[in-house]
């Protein structure tokens, strides 16, 4: 099939770790979410991370700080979560308020228990290809789609568009590590690149990770490309409840006959994050269990 349906790759990856968690005799794996304020996009995110853990049988925490919270109150919390031993993995929900420095609380969170993997150390330990880190979610997410579809990286031109840590650079990263699950040719497009149509036309897989509908449209892509769809925008739309739908960075229409593969948007590559994010989380808790 040429959709990739990432909403049933994640269903498959929580019943996988349902199972596993099962078979936990006591004491479970516990996430710790923080969140500061009432950001209404905020505020659904943990919702629905918080359920799939429930889900799953991990337990969560959630910590709802006041908008208004300073630095050092932020940190005491990472800090007295990072002590309890029962807490595995910690998770700051982002963006946080402007008074805050939002990289600064990541790299307090500690290493092993940031399962969002945005601390400095996972970063460097995505460099160093070390298996005992812990990668972005939803570049992580791209991979063990790519995985459990039989789509092989192996020598393939990989053209990212984006260079965010969270996405863009962290995925171009995961992509060109030695393995079985990478091993690609990765060139990374961002606002500053040059002919960046050429240079997307050349991608056997193309990941775009931007921000901006349509931004791919159907002459920018070769036939037969696999076509990752990070992009999750709003487009107003009068006949939807709300007065919106949600929309990829491709234009899916045009590009959708061209591709081999192509993920849809919602679907795709959303669903992933959070199955990521409990994977993340059982890695986390096997870890401490195990040192
Ligand atoms: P970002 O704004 O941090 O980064 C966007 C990147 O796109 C930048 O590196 C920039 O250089 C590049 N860019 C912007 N305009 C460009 C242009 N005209 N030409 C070429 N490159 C350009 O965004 P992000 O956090 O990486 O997110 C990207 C998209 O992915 C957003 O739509 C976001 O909502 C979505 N996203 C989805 C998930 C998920 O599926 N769970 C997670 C994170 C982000």
């Known amino acids: 099939m040429k959709l990739i349906d990432g909403k049933q790759i994640a269903k498959d990856i929580v019943t996988e770790l349902t199972e596993e968690v099962a078979k936990i005799e006591g004491p479970k794996p516990c996430i710790a979410f923080i969140r500061v304020g009432e950001d209404p996009a905020s505020v659904s995110y943990v919702r629905s991370k918080n359920r799939t853990a429930e889900k799953i049988g991990i337990k969560p925490l959630l910590f709802e700080l006041p908008e208004s919270i300073t630095q050092a109150e932020l940190i005491k919390k990472v800090d007295e979560l990072n002590a309890d031993p029962e807490v595995h993995g910690i998770l700051i929900q982002s963006p946080l308020p402007s008074q805050l420095d939002e990289q600064e609380a990541f790299n307090r969170i500690h ?11 996972n970063a460097g330990r995505v460099v160093q290809e070390d298996p005992n880190g812990f990668a972005s979610c939803t570049p992580a997410g791209i991979i063990e789609i790519c995985q459990r ?35 690609a040719t ?32 159907a002459d920018m892509v070769k036939e037969g490309a696999v076509v990752i769809d990070v992009g999750i925008n709003r487009v107003e739309d009068p006949s939807k409840k709300n007065g919106y739908r949600l929309v990829g960075d491709v234009d899916f229409a045009a ?12 679907g795709g590559v959303g669903p992933m994050t959070v199955a990521m994010l409990m994977k993340n989380t059982f890695k986390a808790y096997k870890l401490q269990s195990s040192s």
Do not use: W, Y
């Open 111 to 121: 290493p092993n228990k940031d399962v969002d993997g945005f601390h400095v150390q």
């Open 149 to 183: 579809e039989g789509i092989s990286l192996e020598g393939k031109h990989v053209v990212v568009i984006g260079r965010s840590l969270i996405v863009g650079k962290t995925f171009a990263l995961l992509a060109m590590q030695k393995g079985p699950h990478a091993n």
């Open 186 to 217: 990765v060139t990374v497009c961002h606002s500053r690149t040059r002919n960046l149509p050429e240079v997307v036309k050349s991608g056997d897989v193309v990941v775009a990770a931007i921000g901006r509908p349509n931004f791919v449209t």
């Open 255 to 266: 590009v959708e006959p061209l591709a081999s593969r192509i993920t849809p948007v919602p």
